[in-house]
């Protein structure tokens, strides 16, 4: 059992370029998240989805662009990566049953660490 | 949404006890308290959660008062290993997911030998 999985780890860019951030997870969770993790900072939410073909903007989703086409893949799109984009992106999911005040924690993954030039 | 307030940093000593204390003063009625934990180049981990009273894991413990308007994540006989960002969030779980929690900076805890 994976639980959420982030590829690429790591990822250098130039000013302008675009990129997709993947994130996977085997739960069957029905939410998933983006955030980015600035240093020093706490985690900022910047879209989710609370299942396939929904999704929502967070705090800061300008810049950025999500799908979510399966349950398992939540990819973040960087369309003209910007110097203020440069951050640690992590995915997370968590499974809500329906009807029941579930309190299943949030699974993380382990970062894509984006440094654009 | 329920805002955090949080120490920036603690010391602390192998083999102590260590409490954190996170007030969150306009905790709404169906909100529960939730505990991550961060160590570096990692995403974060769920370390406790609680609605009321007391709650006590195989890690720590969260001590809830009544008025729920704060709690405090008690760390027993810290390691070295728990050195970390230590994050209290406060919001309603049901059926709307997590997605309105506010992640502060949380609380940096450095223990030392």
């Keep these: 059992n994976a639980g959420v999985t982030q590829t690429p780890k790591f990822r250098i860019l130039k000013i302008g370029q675009s990129m997709t951030l993947q994130c996977t997870q085997d739960m069957n969770h029905n939410y998933m998240y983006w955030y980015r993790q600035d240093p020093g900072m706490g985690l900022k939410l910047i879209y989710y989805s609370v299942g396939a073909g929904i999704t929502d903007k967070g705090e800061v989703p300008n810049g950025y662009n999500v799908s979510r086409s399966t349950t398992e893949d939540f990819p973040l799109r960087l369309e003209l990566a910007a110097p203020s984009q440069t951050s640690v992106y992590f995915c997370a999911s968590i499974s809500l049953g329906q009807g029941i005040l579930s309190n299943q924690p949030q699974h993380f993954g382990d970062g894509t660490r984006l440094s654009i030039l | ?113």
């Design chain 2, 1 to 113: 949404l329920a805002k955090t307030t949080q120490p920036i940093s603690m010391d602390s000593y192998e083999g102590q006890e260590v409490n954190i204390t996170c007030s969150h003063n306009n905790i709404a009625t169906n909100d529960y308290i939730t505990w991550y934990q961060q160590f570096p180049s990692q995403g974060p981990r769920f370390i406790i959660q609680g609605y009321k009273t007391k709650v006590t894991n195989e890690v720590a413990s969260l001590f809830i008062p009544a008025d729920r308007k704060s709690s405090t994540l008690s760390l027993p006989r810290v390691s070295l290993s728990d050195t970390a960002v230590y994050y209290c969030l406060v919001g309603d779980p049901k059926n709307t997911g997590f997605q309105k929690l506010v992640f502060g900076t949380g609380t940096r805890l450095l223990v030392s030998p």
